[in-house]
């Protein structure tokens, strides 16, 4: 793994709270998130800690927390912390709060620091004022840098990730450099950084203004800008979308590339489970909308809207795509003759003794390699065992 667990610690165990306010929507987002549910968040904060500990009694400490939305920094301090404080965890565990720029300041991060919260993750999008305007965002590049002061102020210096978007309307290739040098710049500077292609998801504002949708080309090209500038800044990437420094990769979101086992608590979060014996698993998630949550945690339910079982065969092509999304990459034998394929060779490379991972063209066309990987491997599906990619 990119970032080590602690020697001889747990088995990893992850518990996803989704707060689904926000105080504006931006025009790309489709995500279970509300600008007019406000009223609800005592109600909803009281439905996550009573799911809390009616689902997690019995459960293993989790070794990572994350609290993601919509904007979980709109929550009161207060609220937020009642619903970490009923979440068993081990010592070491981390404990990540997605942050509005806007909606934090020192006194609500050092509030969130003592009550055990470990590494804050900002959603930034850009550092051009006229970039953040085409994607609906709110905030601007002067509220960053006061977060982040913020952020470093209250003891967070080593463990603050920065989300950025890759191709909005208007950004020109001058514009993606400035965003990159100025996020490098931050005071403290991040730890970590993602950044994301922009993608149209369907009823939203930007799938119905086709002059704002994003040219694959021109992305392909700021991504791999900002490989390079992150790389040579000393952020490694470990996975399609995420650089750190060493020991700052995101342990929560490594849980999900490797399969590992994470409960979700709130409206829409998912879960997964694993069932070792049958190398089989089963993933569910809860209903969509905060009032219907509520309501069901009130009458005695866990707020679980469906669900699918995994069998072996299933589980082993996941395990195959989410793996070659990482630096780890996968077994070298699920793409026989690949360094004999021009076209294969140019987008993997060795990563390890028996291993391949994309190189940085590779991962711009992830997604067909990871078809060629499914297809490769389909005869060998029935009765296999299933192996971690990590």
């Known amino acids: 793994?990119?970032?080590?667990?602690?020697?001889?610690?747990?088995?990893?165990?992850?518990?996803?709270?989704?707060?689904?306010?926000?105080?504006?929507?931006?025009?790309?987002?489709?995500?279970?998130?509300?600008?007019?549910?406000?009223?609800?968040?005592?109600?909803?904060?009281?439905?996550?800690?009573?799911?809390?500990?009616?689902?997690?009694d019995g459960a293993r400490p989790a070794t990572s927390v994350f609290f993601g939305g919509g904007t979980p920094s709109l929550l009161d301090a207060g609220l937020l912390e009642s619903i970490l404080a009923l979440i068993p965890r081990t010592a070491h565990a981390e404990v990540t709060v997605e942050c509005n720029p806007e909606s934090v300041d020192v006194a609500k991060l050092s509030s969130y620091r003592r009550a055990g919260v470990t590494r804050l993750s900002f959603g930034v999008q850009s550092m051009q004022p006229h970039v953040l305007a085409s994607l609906g965002r709110r905030h601007g590049p002067d509220s960053v840098r006061r977060a982040m002061s913020a952020a470093g102020e209250a003891g967070f210096a080593d463990a603050i990730n920065v989300d950025l978007i890759i191709g909005a309307a208007g950004e020109l290739v001058s514009d993606w450099v400035t965003t990159l040098d100025a996020v490098l710049a931050l005071e403290p500077a991040p730890a970590h950084v993602s950044a994301y292609s922009l993608t149209v998801e369907p009823a939203t504002p930007l799938a119905r203004d086709a002059s704002r949708h994003p040219d694959p080309d021109d992305q392909a090209d700021k991504y791999l800008l900002a490989d390079r500038l992150l790389g040579d800044a000393g952020l490694q990437w470990y996975e399609i979308s995420n650089w750190a420094r060493p020991g700052a990769a995101c342990r929560h979101n490594q849980l999900?590339?490797?399969?590992?086992?994470?409960?979700?608590?709130?409206?829409?979060?998912?879960?997964?489970?694993?069932?070792?014996?049958?190398?089989?698993?089963?993933?569910?998630?809860?209903?969509?909308?905060?009032?219907?949550?509520?309501?069901?945690?009130?009458?005695?339910?866990?707020?679980?809207?469906?669900?699918?079982?995994?069998?072996?065969?299933?589980?082993?092509?996941?395990?195959?795509?989410?793996?070659?999304?990482?630096?780890?990459?996968?077994?070298?034998?699920?793409?026989?003759?690949?360094?004999d394929d021009p076209v294969l060779a140019s987008l993997l490379e060795r990563s390890g003794t028996g291993r391949v991972s994309l190189t940085a063209q590779g991962r711009l066309l992830a997604n067909e390699v990871a078809l060629r990987l499914v297809d490769c491997d389909r005869p060998q599906l029935a009765g296999s065992s299933i192996r971690s990619p990590g």
């Not at 698993?281 to 079982?309: I, K, S």
């Open 256 to 339: 999900y590339w490797e399969q590992g086992e994470y409960l979700g608590i709130g409206c829409s979060a998912h879960s997964h489970s694993v069932n070792v014996e049958s190398g089989t698993a089963r993933r569910w998630w809860n209903v969509r909308t905060p009032e219907r949550y509520v309501n069901l945690v009130g009458a005695g339910g866990d707020g679980e809207a469906a669900g699918e079982h995994l069998d072996q065969a299933q589980r082993r092509m996941e395990a195959l795509v989410l793996g070659i999304r990482t630096a780890s990459g996968v077994p070298e034998v699920h793409l026989p003759g690949w360094a």
């Open 1 to 56: 793994m990119f970032a080590d667990p602690v020697p001889g610690g747990p088995e990893p165990f992850g518990v996803y709270v989704h707060i689904p306010f926000c105080a504006s929507r931006c025009d790309y987002c489709a995500f279970a998130t509300w600008t007019d549910k406000g009223h609800l968040m005592s109600a909803y904060a009281e439905a996550c800690r009573t799911a809390a500990v009616r689902l997690l």
